[in-house]
Nanobody, 123 residues
Framework: QVHLVESGGASVQAGGSLRLSCAAS?????MAWFRQAPGTEREGVAG????????HVRGSLKDRFTISQDKAKNTIYLQMNNLKPEDSGMYYC???????????????????WGQGTQVTVSS
């Protein structure tokens, strides 16, 4: 049974940086970050194979966002640099079991979700 807890969200000014953390308990095969602004659907941000084989960030964000993990702590991170107002939203951590197509960064591929952490970027 998987449980996810996100942390690190805050209100920052444009150009600032944040590092989000997601601590997992239980067994995960892949994990990802999604975000959702009010009135929109969740958007996949970045995903990682927890075995350390591969990871990726959606193309429009790859110059500013980085996903990483600490295997010993069963924790993933999302480093966000040069934040822009359009980055604002609730950021969710998600986990997928074996055999799921996590790399699609589609919400339907993920089984377990954290409660979210709010990121607000002001200009």
């Amino acid at each position: 049974q998987v449980h996810l807890v996100e942390s690190g969200g805050a209100s920052v000014q444009a150009g600032g940086s944040l590092r989000l953390s997601c601590a997992a308990s239980g067994v995960t095969y892949s994990m990802a970050w999604f975000r959702q602004a009010p009135g929109t659907e969740r958007e996949g941000v970045a995903g990682i194979d927890t075995a350390g084989v591969s990871s990726h960030v959606r193309g429009s964000l790859k110059d500013r966002f980085t996903i990483s993990q600490d295997k010993a702590k069963n924790t993933i991170y999302l480093q966000m640099n040069n934040l822009k107002p359009e980055d604002s939203g609730m950021y969710y951590c998600a986990a997928a079991g074996w055999g799921r197509r996590w790399f699609l960064l589609s919400a339907e591929q993920f089984d377990t979700w954290g409660q979210g952490t709010q990121v607000t970027v002001s200009s």
